[in-house]
């Protein structure tokens, strides 16, 4: 990782919610989200604020590096219909190595939609994926040696 980064530094993104992006389409599968009406949704929204954080790393990353979301702690505050545009501002509140935290702003055309703090930590992407290897491996291990019907 490039020291580059600052306190204050930060990013906006802009972005024009789809119908694709409110609670019925975050788990189809879930009855009780597809009751909710089509309102920007809670995760996807998290998900924006997350994306504004990466793009503001950018400048920071060297080859073969990435981050990784360690903490969110981010307050929902009013509904969002689809079609109106949401702007993330994300401002860098501090850095302790390899770990960045951010105060995040939503807003749309109307209201402050969403305020927090979200934390990211700088990983390589071969050694997270070698983590993600091993596990997906023990996990396969484990449920082969599981007597069937067990849970």
């Not at 009780?32 to 998900?47: D, L, R, S």
């Not at 807003?107 to 969403?114: F, K, M, Q, T, Y």
Request: hydrophobic content about 45%.
């Amino acid at each position: 990782m490039r020291d580059v980064l600052k306190v204050g530094m930060g990013e906006t993104l802009s972005f024009e919610v789809p119908r694709e992006k409110t609670v019925p389409f975050l788990y189809p599968e879930s009855a009780e989200f597809q009751a909710i009406p089509e309102v920007f949704a809670t995760g996807y929204m998290i998900g924006l604020m997350e994306w504004c954080c990466v793009r503001s790393l950018a400048p920071a990353l060297e080859d073969g590096e990435g981050s990784l979301g360690i903490a969110i702690n981010v307050s929902h505050l009013a509904p969002t219909p689809p079609g109106a545009r949401v702007v993330v501002e994300a401002e860098i509140i501090a850095i302790d190595g390899r770990k960045i935290s951010w105060h995040v702003v939503a807003r749309d055309e109307v209201d402050l939609i969403g305020e927090g703090t979200i934390g990211r930590a700088v990983v390589r992407w071969s050694s997270f994926t070698q983590r993600v290897a091993e596990k997906t491996a023990t996990i396969a291990a484990r449920r082969a040696t599981k007597p069937s019907g067990t849970d």
